[in-house]
């Protein structure tokens, strides 16, 4: 940043033109947003009234402290227009920073939070709603056309004698040959506990898993493969994996529906 702090460059008045540091475009010395004002010791303090433009609306001043020394460090302060809101990372008061890897990152944010912030402003809302007018405006006037096209009379040649394409009706319940797991509501019984226990049964392609609602924890899996068979009724099917082992459960709110897809899904 100390590249940055060479101020003696920028020319003024008569003979400037031949200064290694000047520049003919004003664009090039910080015509933006947001701008950066490194300040070395003994600076007198910023201004942003000495700067005239449309553009700047939030100036980040990085002082240093200590230059050129293990102990350099760097003091940072913020000054915006009155219809920029505040924006973050915070700075804490009275605070120096340490030439880190940690300050870049702090000042990298404040910078993109500032210009994010400047965007907000009155001043840039009624600029981007007046470009995006204009752009609705250009493409109303030079790529809209009034003329319709008459698809009955042209390119009737190309239907002749073909037959009249069937509609498609959608496959009932396709859901349910999905890929990924479909998920129902269900009542589990816990034996080791002669309790039920609410959940959430999942069934994809490949596993079957119940989470438990209250703690979300998974409390069975296993892969479809092992499935060897299930009995349903009307509110509840059992659903038998590995050697014989089952699993219990009941169709929760009384929902019938949801038995006859968990079959389904089965199948």
């Not at 009379?153 to 009249?164: E, P, R, V, Y």
């Not at 479809?224 to 219990?248: A, N, P, Q």
Request: charged residues 25%; aromatic residues 10%.
């Amino acid at each position: 940043m100390g590249e940055e702090a060479e101020t003696e460059n920028w020319g003024i008045g008569e003979g400037c033109e031949s200064w290694e540091g000047y520049l003919l475009r004003k664009r090039h010395i910080g015509n933006d947003i947001v701008t950066i004002v490194f300040q070395e010791p003994g600076a007198l303090p910023f201004t942003p009234k000495n700067i005239r433009s449309h553009f700047q609306h939030v100036f980040v001043i990085v002082k240093v402290h200590n230059p050129c020394t293990e102990n350099v460090c760097y003091s940072v302060g913020v000054s915006r227009s009155k219809d920029v809101p505040p924006f973050g990372p915070p700075i804490p008061k009275g605070v120096t920073f340490p030439k880190s890897a940690v300050f870049r990152d702090f000042l990298l944010a404040k910078v993109i939070n500032a210009e994010n912030a400047a965007h907000k402003s009155e001043k840039f809302r009624a600029m981007a709603t007046r470009t995006r007018q204009e752009y609705l405006k250009d493409l109303a006037e030079n790529f809209v056309t009034t003329a319709t096209v008459d698809t009955s009379a042209k390119f009737s040649f190309i239907t002749l004698g073909a037959k009249k394409k069937e509609k498609v009706k959608p496959r009932k319940d396709a859901h349910l040959f999905s890929v990924g797991a479909i998920m129902w509501n269900v009542i589990a019984r816990d034996f080791g506990q002669s309790a039920d226990i609410e959940c959430l049964l999942g069934i994809s392609n490949e596993f079957i898993m119940l989470i438990e609602k209250e703690s979300k924890n998974v409390v069975f899996n296993c892969s479809c493969r092992d499935v060897i068979g299930w009995t349903s009724g009307l509110m509840s099917i059992k659903i038998f994996y590995e050697r014989g082992e089952c699993i219990l459960l009941s169709a929760a709110d009384n929902c019938a529906e949801d038995i006859r897809e968990i079959v389904q899904r089965l199948e």
